[in-house]
């Protein structure tokens, strides 16, 4: 073998034992519409236990459980929708015991500043809407639920424009490229330059916005992952919850 | 198992956006590929740096810069609108994204087999009266013609994949601008999707299997001649 590989293996090796008898690392898979809130949180944890760092990995709730489901190292899932959790769940691949809400949000619409909706129909007015793939987006499915519970479903669907998830829709609106965009709230009030929340969608048109979070089999055998859970669910938690706009009951 | 009638249209949606993709390609590609070849101007390097750059590019950033460009505050954008013409949202912006993202494999294509030809006839055409547009259609398009169908069927192959800049500005419409891979992006992200995400997959590599290989028989008969 040559002397560099030998090198880089001594040293590799040398920092693997280093940091696992320095510090625990909590692995969390957090659903992108989290990742301020949950960094804020980690964060704080973080400074007032010593010896616990954080490996975060942000996406979209299905690639993050697709991940989870190929061994990907995770203590911790925060997801956009209940449907990925019970599917980790029913693989075993989670703990149902440790499964909560993390936080509730609200789905919005946002867009141009001038423009008045008061209600579903007003929706009818205007000309293009982004909305995320009811089927890959949790939030495109709500908006989806809440178009047909109104009973407009048939008549927005040529203006329906769907997007990749709740932040291109925003890109969409915030560029004009659409007359308004269904949101959730949080994104709408850290992201949007051009646009304002312009109508809440009422809750009873949808399944309430909900964002569970459950420690993975490895993580509930982690006592930093189960104290970092208890954690979420303090007084001190959903108050940072309650300013980045999220409701927590 | 069988494919949704949206599903059928993602295939059909791909190979027509592919196929008008690679004729709205191949005019530019055979002219930027010639400027290239046989061109003595200044700038030349910053033109092929600029054509090449959609290969290197991240999807997405061309994606996101053909928004700003063609979207309706953009400056191509705000030409088009009083002409009734838009692209954002349709299967003309995928053509479009396809054409950006795939110009440099054509090109590259095109080039070389330009710079295969043998410079003599292209000398013997001038000095027997032919003029540089009557040397193009009978010397250079003629002897590149391998050149152009081994481009082309490089860029219908890197067209039908095209995903990053495509879901930006045509959205993932089903049925309207739901190309193969936005289809198999949406049912691979959804937790009942797998079956018909795996089914997708399949077809999408038979498909590109197939192109790729027209490409390696168009090459080998290159070399055999």
């Known amino acids: 073998m040559p002397v560099i590989s030998r090198i880089v293996l001594i040293g590799l090796f040398i920092l693997s034992s280093a940091r696992s008898s320095m510090a625990t690392e909590i692995s969390l898979s957090v659903a992108a519409s989290l990742r301020e809130s949950v960094t804020e949180l980690s964060d704080l944890f973080q400074k007032r236990t010593p010896g616990v760092t954080f490996k975060k990995n942000f996406g979209a709730s299905g690639a993050l459980a697709r991940q989870i489901e190929a061994g990907a190292p995770a203590d911790l899932f925060f997801a956009a929708n209940n449907e990925w959790v019970d599917y980790l769940i029913k693989k075993k691949l989670a703990d149902e015991k440790s499964a909560g809400v993390f936080a509730y949000n609200q789905l919005v619409v946002a867009g141009k500043p001038g423009l008045k909706i008061s209600s579903m129909q007003d929706l009818l007015k205007l000309n293009r809407i982004a909305i995320g793939s009811p089927k890959s987006v949790p939030a495109g499915e709500y908006a989806m639920t809440a178009f047909q519970k109104s009973g407009i479903d048939k008549q927005l669907e040529k203006k329906l424009i769907m997007a990749r998830d709740v932040r291109e829709c925003l890109l969409y609106a915030d560029r004009g490229e659409v007359d308004a965009a269904f949101v959730y709230k949080t994104d709408a009030l850290l992201f949007s330059k051009q646009t304002r929340i312009l109508y809440i969608v009422p809750e009873q048109l949808h399944e309430r916005v909900t964002y569970p979070m459950v420690l993975t089999v490895a993580g509930s055998k982690k006592a930093e992952a189960v104290a970092f859970i208890r954690f979420l669910a303090s007084p001190e938690a959903k108050a940072v919850l309650t300013r980045h706009g999220f409701e927590v009951r | ?225």
């Open chain 2, 1 to 225: 198992m069988m494919f949704a009638p949206a599903d059928m249209q993602a295939i059909l949606l791909s190979a027509k956006v592919g196929s008008v993709a690679t004729l709205v390609a191949l005019p530019l590609g055979f002219c930027a590929a010639w400027l290239l070849a046989f061109g003595r101007f200044r700038g030349k390097l910053l033109l092929e740096l600029l054509f090449n750059l959609p290969l290197t590019l991240p999807p997405v950033v061309v994606g996101y810069l053909l928004l700003l460009l063609l979207g309706v505050q953009g400056p191509l954008g705000k030409l088009l609108e009083p002409l009734g013409i838009r692209i954002i949202f349709t299967w003309k912006a995928a053509v479009i994204a396809s054409v950006v993202v795939g110009f440099p494999l054509l090109v590259r294509s095109i080039r070389l087999a330009m710079e295969g030809i043998d410079p003599q006839l292209v000398q013997a055409a001038r000095s027997l009266g032919a003029g540089p547009l009557d040397v193009i259609l009978t010397v250079v398009l003629p002897l590149s013609r391998r050149g152009l169908m081994a481009g082309s069927s490089l860029f219908f192959a890197r067209s039908l994949g095209e995903f990053g800049a495509t879901i930006i500005i045509a959205g993932n419409i089903p049925g309207v601008t739901q190309t193969l891979p936005l289809a198999i992006y949406d049912y691979a992200s959804s937790p009942r999707g797998e079956g018909t995400a795996l089914l997708l997959c399949i077809v999408s590599v038979v498909l590109a299997l197939v192109v790729l290989l027209l490409h390696e028989t168009i090459l080998q008969r290159k070399r055999g001649t």
